[in-house]
């Protein structure tokens, strides 16, 4: 089975490739919705947070915007975070893995934004990168609603810079183009991985 990450900053179009790649069949895994689940489920989780943060719980779940709020005021806060949800979610992801793999699924993606900055492309056969022009990226992000130039920059400043990923990619899709063309992409690229012997190499 191959295991294919999928990441790219901020307004660079990840959600719609990842949506693409479902709609070719393909199972994806996703680290955004697998947060938001476990924050509403996972009882040991839920305690951790509490542990470290506080009252942060509203009907029996994580609230976010609770969360958020005592991060802004807890020097180092978003460290603790992290060093709490990943290896959650990094547990989450493996077990998806293992179900895909026994299922005899061919190639599953894993949809992970902080991919590099998490080392998790040690648990990858390849990452996929998504990207696009700077000016399309701030577009893109400052249309969405509530967007503002500050906390654009607050997100970009977290995540690894476009080109460095770029360098680290194994493949690259930019999505400049029109959807057709992206969706031309996925299944160009599922073909060549479905098709390819031997270890996967970069383009």
Known sequence: MIRLGLTGSIG?????????????GVPVWDADETVHRLYATSHSLQAQLVA????????????RAKLS???????????????IVHPAVRQDRLGFFAKAEAQ?????????????????????????????????????????PGMTQARFEQISA???????????ADFLIDTQGSLESCRENVRALIKALLNQTGQ???V
């Open 12 to 24: 660079m179009g990840k959600s719609t490739i990842g949506a693409m790649f479902k709609e070719e």
């Open 52 to 63: 470290a943060f506080g009252d942060i719980m509203t009907n029996g779940g994580v609230d």
């Open 69 to 83: 709020q005592v991060l802004k005021l807890t020097p180092g806060g978003f460290v603790r975070l992290n060093a």
């Open 104 to 144: 005899g699924v061919p190639l599953i993606v894993a949809d992970i934004p902080l991919l590099f900055e998490t080392g998790a492309e040690k648990e990858l056969d390849g990452v996929l990168v998504i990207t696009a022009p700077p000016e399309i990226q701030r577009q893109r992000v400052l249309s969405r």
């Open 158 to 168: 977290q995540q690894m810079p476009d080109a460095e990923k770029r360098r680290r």
């Open 200 to 202: 996967i190499t970069r």
